[in-house]
């Protein structure tokens, strides 16, 4: 069976209107039950996952963005014909093109050039956002490298929000991702995890739950290579390590390997039929190896993306 | 025959910290080879159990993804550069 005959509700949102009162809709997203992947698990543990794509823009990106925005904007950095500029690859690109557009103001956007085509598209064409490619052989860390400079040269111009520094990215996860996962589990979540890029997903969400319930225990998830397929994740050993990640925040970190990461995607679009991406895989993977431990609980991750073309469209800049 | 490889920072690691390390070779997958003797580790990161070129890594010689030449028997002349390219960007 397709995963739209399965799932006919959960499609993508890739047309948004420019409407301030889309803003409004970013967060409160679906939190899903896994009800087939689990089978093999104890009767008294369940597996839950939010739906990130919900949001506009089409991931979880959409929460710290428009926090990073209006937290610029109440500080006087953002405004008054300011430029925003950052380094992405792609999620986060796609949530300031977005706001920028509803809230007008110009994004400018470093991404390394071997972002994929379709998010490059939605970017660009779709929310008129400004590109630049840096060297793709540098990844991600190049794009950060190469923001920091053109900021550096013109810093009156741009407002640059940073979202591996930025604290504002991790507090709209612990102030909304957390109280979601909280209300809708009826306080009976026992463990927490997410993907690591920036980390602010995991930060945040942490600290919130924890606030809660200091019982609830948490897990980075990480890929296992240093050279992976895992869009959005960093392995942090070998890379710039974002300034808002304190390995103290969590419990324990889990190591995913992208074979791992490609068969879950597959396997949650025909069990579950859901259409996700690859880093929805890795967190499913992570979600499982700890279910697998337990005899009861309530295990909760995050779907960053769907993005499947990302996944066909391998090699295609 | 001289060949330049540059090295995406992932795996800066394993070539000392590197960006462009040499290699010959009249293929590519005889540079690559070649490259695994200096820098041995290098090749279980670009190769599947299955022995195949990992799907989400991509290489260029010169300005051209060997998927469009003829793969990893793609023919090199002196003085080529190999770009072993990842085909995601981490962190988001």
Known sequence: MKASELAPNLRVPVITKY??????????????????????????????????????????????????????????????????????????????????????????????????????????????ANLILSDPIESSDGAIRLCRKIYSENPDKYFLPDQYNNPSNWAAHKETTAREIWEQTNGTVTHFLAGIGTSGTLMGTTRGLKAMNRNILSYAVEPAEPLHGIEGLKHMETSIIPGIYEPSVFDEKLSVKTDEAYKMVSRLEEEEGLLVGTSSGAAMVGAMRVAERLDEGVVVTIFPDSCEECIVAHGEF | MQITVRVPTPLQKITAGKSEVFASGTTVKAALADLEKNYPGLRERLYGEDGELRKFINIYVNEEDIRFLDSENSALRDGDVISIIPAIAGGR
């Open chain 1, 19 to 128: 409407v301030p009162e889309v803003l409004d809709r970013i967060g409160n997203t679906p939190l899903l039950k896994m009800r087939n992947i689990t089978k093999g698990l104890a009767k008294k543990v369940e597996v839950y996952a939010k739906a990130e794509w919900v949001n506009p823009g089409g991931s979880v990106k959409a929460r710290p963005a428009l926090r990073m925005v209006r937290d610029g904007m109440k500080a006087g950095k953002l405004g008054r014909g300011k430029e925003l500029i950052d380094s992405t690859s792609g999620n986060t690109g796609i949530a300031y093109a977005l706001i920028g557009k509803i809230l007008g103001f110009k994004v400018n956007l470093v991404l390394p050039a071997n972002v994929c085509k379709l998010r490059k598209g939605m970017m660009a064409s779709q929310y008129s």
